[in-house]
């Protein structure tokens, strides 16, 4: 009879430890979540956009921090929330809305554009050749900017013209070298770092052109061949 109650109180005992080890772990499991909502909406702006007729409001996150290599520069995405159709430069599913740079020790900064309307399909930096990112100097940054939805279906996809673009290591003296394009099929940089060369899509056109790093002029260009439809 003894045995029995002993028995007994040995597993309400078991069980009152149970419940409280439950609810500790529930407890850690909240606490977790909590603090990695908290991380993650940390990053979290919300513009407003004033160019269409009505407000529009959208959540924007702001992505890490990359270095750019043989400089005291560093920049900063700025990523949509809001999902897109596909792979993007703000990592998948994301759109890269715009970039922040920071210069030297004062951590100088400005915005690549003063709108946040624009689709950056891909960000590059375009270097020298080397082993490792310090000496692997950055002589410019190459951009892939979708601006005009110009089907006019509400959005910037891979349907609406593209522009190319340069600027300097901290994202000054902004340039675009190719307007209005149809795609991108590879981009490339000699090995001093001088000369940038585009395999580009036009229309049914299909292009080789090489610019210069240094003016952002266009050096050459051959057409390749004729196509009757987008590749």
């Not at 407000?55 to 992505?63: N, P, S, T």
């Not at 993007?88 to 030297?104: A, I, K, L, P």
């Amino acid at each position: 009879m003894e045995e029995n109650k002993f028995f007994k109180w040995a597993a309400r005992v078991n069980s009152l430890l149970f419940l409280v080890l439950l609810v500790i772990s529930i407890g850690f499991v909240s606490f977790g979540i909590l603090e990695s909502n908290k991380w993650s909406a940390r990053n979290e702006v919300e513009v407003t956009d004033k160019s269409g007729s009505s407000e529009e409001v959208e959540d924007l996150r702001l992505g890490d921090i990359t270095k750019v290599c043989g400089s005291d520069i560093q920049y900063v995405k700025l990523n949509s929330s809001a999902k897109s159709r596909g792979f993007s430069s703000g990592g998948y599913g994301y759109t890269t809305r715009n970039v922040v740079f920071f210069e030297g020790v004062e951590m100088v900064s400005h915005w690549l554009f003063d709108t946040n309307s624009y689709s950056i399909r891909e960000i590059d930096q375009l270097q020298k050749k080397a082993d490792d990112c310090k000496d692997r100097e950055t002589v410019a940054i190459y951009y892939e900017v979708r601006k005009e939805d110009a089907d006019q279906n509400g959005k910037l996809d891979e349907n609406d013209p593209l522009t190319i673009a340069l600027t300097a290591p901290g994202g000054s003296n902004y340039t675009e070298i190719e307007v209005g394009i149809t795609s991108v099929l590879d981009h490339s940089v000699d090995q001093s770092g001088s000369t940038l060369t585009l395999l580009i899509q036009d229309g049914e056109l299909l292009l080789m052109k090489k610019y210069s790093l240094k003016t952002n002029e266009k050096i050459s260009e051959r057409e390749i061949t004729r196509i009757g439809k987008k590749l």
